[in-house]
């Protein structure tokens, strides 16, 4: 039976990494699962701002986008860690608060919309790896990526949520290709993103760079990450330290992008060439390897 999920994109991707999109939808068909559109979705809400200006704003629209998943009756499927962190905390918190979920469902009736609470959030790292499964994803790798040095970006936000084994379950993932993960000493140091809102020029050298610096120094071949922010960072962080001499040429992948490469699918059709830092050289080590 073919899995269905309702398909929630957040913002920064459709906004401005069409690639994503394009390499996730198009490996979810290669492996049989059903991507349900959520008409009427908008930003989650985004976990730093939104939830600092308004914790109660943050909630409702969450709310409002988990109702439009219920109205479907499918989980929902998230490829972005931000959006992860807040559709899966307010899910938990309205199903776990009858208060709170009685008073969101108040205001959620004035636009016709209700909070039930029957549907779950999954990361789409839970979705590859436990309900489609290593295995499935191996056998239909039709290019190993075995030549492919890369290094993992988790994300804070995956390593908050230690219960689920969500860096655990990326390594997995990553390895299922074939690819090679090389350690580096400043893994869990963030991409910089939380300090930009407040303070760019630490943002940029003190995390940003930092991190680049460690990333350089095992010699790898690209970076690979889920989170959509993270990615932004360090692509667009690279240009910024461009234009002050200090110069990184690092590509950045998204980890749908390794999917759908090893899948057989041609890099044009889900719009590789879209990178800021062109990822050339990983398209090209791939095609030697088949």
């Not at 959620?108 to 789409?124: D, N, S």
Request: include cysteine; charge should be negative.
């Amino acid at each position: 039976m073919e899995k269905r999920f309702a398909f929630f994109l957040g913002c920064t991707i459709p906004a401005s990494q069409f690639h994503v999109e394009a390499a996730a939808r198009k490996s979810f068909e290669k492996l049989g699962v059903e991507l349900i559109d959520m008409e009427g979705a908008t930003c989650c809400s985004d976990p730093e701002i939104s939830r600092q200006f308004d914790e109660n704003l943050w909630i409702h629209i969450a709310a409002r986008n988990i109702s439009i998943a219920e109205k479907l009756n499918a989980n929902i499927m998230t490829i972005c860690n931000g959006c992860f962190d807040t559709l899966n905390k307010v899910n938990e918190s309205l199903k776990n608060d009858k208060e709170l979920k009685d008073k969101v469902n108040r205001d959620l009736q004035t636009i016709g919309r209700e909070f039930k609470g029957t549907v779950e959030v999954l990361h789409a790292i839970e979705v590859l790896h436990d309900e489609i499964g290593l295995d499935t994803i191996s056998k239909a790798v039709v290019k190993p990526l075995k030549n492919l040095r890369v290094a993992l970006q988790p994300g804070c936000r995956l390593y908050r949520d230690e219960e689920k084994r969500l860096v655990e379950k990326f390594e997995a993932l990553v390895k299922a290709l074939g690819a090679q993960i090389i350690e580096y000493p400043l893994i869990r140091l963030c991409c910089g993103v939380p300090a930009l809102y407040v303070d760019p020029e630490f943002s940029l050298m003190e995390r940003t760079k930092r991190k680049l610096e460690s990333i350089q120094s095992v010699n790898v071949d690209c970076v690979v990450t889920f989170c959509p922010a993270c990615y932004d960072r360090l692509e667009k962080g690279q240009l910024d330290l461009r234009s002050r001499n200090i110069n990184f040429n690092i590509p950045i992948l998204n980890y749908f992008e390794l999917l759908a490469l090893a899948l057989g699918i041609d890099p044009d059709d889900f719009g590789m060439y879209l990178h800021r830092i062109p990822a050339d050289n990983v398209v090209e080590k791939i095609e030697e390897e088949a």
